[in-house]
């Protein structure tokens, strides 16, 4: 079992509707989530971390936690264009501290 | 602030060679954390270091190694190259030990092409 697995997509969604990805990951003790977002040939950048069960919004971005089903989610509300890309959660391991990525959600936006 | 500086962006290699790729973090930010991305597996940790000591270290053979300097730049070297070490190779600086305590900052990664 992969340590942190998501949907490879692609996820196409038209412009304006919201867009959600999924990740679930095995470690039940992690405590650190992050979302990456990675354009075609670039490198990653962070857009979202929580810690915490429950939701953390961000602008458009809304992450959320539940750790008792070891699942952690996107949600990018009014999607744009702009917004296509590919999208890997990453969890922190509880006793090696190494980040995990899963293989990451391709999403693209409709205009 | 200048951001992760990675060298050079592309390499073409062939088996049996050994490389050396380069990472300058961001000014001040003393952890480096090195990934490999394929298609294939995704982005897998490499190492890390910290203060020029390595902090962990993911699964892959001894033919990867690292170093960091006091200056935190870190050099990574790949010996014995097979056609499956083709990949991205991306390097990631932050300002404390361990990823989850504050953010990785990624470079534009080294594009290794082994022959």
């Known amino acids: 079992q992969k340590e942190v697995e998501q949907n490879s997509g692609p996820l196409s969604v038209p412009e304006g509707a919201i867009a959600s990805l999924n990740c679930t990951y095995s470690?039940?003790?992690?405590?650190?989530f992050f979302w990456y977002r990675q354009y075609s040939g670039k490198s990653p950048e962070l857009i979202m971390f929580?810690?915490?069960?429950g939701d953390k919004e961000d602008g458009r971005f809304t992450a959320q936690l539940n750790k008792a089903s070891q699942y952690v989610s996107l949600l990018i509300r009014d999607s744009q264009p702009s917004d296509s890309a590919t999208y890997l959660c990453a969890v922190i391991g509880s006793n090696d501290y190494k980040l995990s990525f899963g293989a990451g959600t391709t999403v693209t936006v409709r205009a | 602030k200048a951001g992760v500086t990675q060298t050079p962006r592309y390499l073409i290699k062939t088996r049996g060679q050994q490389v050396t790729l380069s990472c300058s973090p961001i000014s001040g930010h003393r952890s480096v954390s090195w990934y490999q991305q394929t298609p294939g597996q995704g982005l897998q940790f490499l190492f890390e270091y910290f203060s020029e000591t390595q902090r962990n270290k993911g699964n892959f053979p001894g033919r990867f190694s690292g170093r960091q300097f006091s200056n935190s730049r870190s050099e990574m070297n790949v010996s014995t190259l097979e056609l499956g070490d083709s990949a991205l190779y991306l390097c990631a600086s932050s300002g404390t030990l361990g990823a989850g305590t504050s953010p990785l900052h990624f470079g534009n990664g080294t594009r290794l092409t082994v022959t």
């Open positions: 470690d039940r003790g992690s405590q650190s």
């Open positions: 929580i810690y915490s069960n």
